[in-house]
Nanobody, 128 residues
């Protein structure tokens, strides 16, 4: 199975943009549906965005719709989260998650319970 490592977090100002990356190691990355989640201090982990194994379909939390964009590069075994017009409330630890799916399975998963593979996360802090 794959392992995933996030990068790209940092301290930015409200209104800025940031691009998170999730690099996968191991075999079979194209067979994994992927997602981004985040967790702020004192809050539960919440769904941010998800993408199918082939990248043809995406899903977003209402709070980030229109501002964030998820994508993947199966050749480079990577997934990305382009974040624009960042808000203070976007401050959180962001996690990459992966779930293997059957060939030709175009399912998309938005619950953290659907994902057995997680990275350590990367911190995003948005200041006002």
């Amino acid at each position: 199975q794959v392992q995933v490592v996030e990068s790209g977090g940092g301290l930015v100002q409200a209104g800025d943009s940031l691009r998170l990356s999730c690099a996968a190691s191991g075999r079979g990355f194209p067979n994994y549906a992927m997602g981004w989640f985040r967790q702020a201090p004192g809050k539960e982990r919440e769904f941010v965005a998800a993408i199918t194994r082939g990248g043809g379909r995406t899903s977003y939390a209402d709070s980030v719709k229109g501002r964030f964009s998820i994508s993947r590069d199966n050749v480079k075994k990577s997934m990305f989260l382009q974040m624009s017009r960042l808000k203070v409330e976007d401050t959180a630890h962001y996690y990459c998650a992966a779930r293997v799916v059957d060939p030709f399975d175009d399912s998309i998963f938005t619950s953290h319970g659907n994902y057995p593979i997680w990275g350590q996360g990367t911190q995003v802090t948005v200041s006002s």
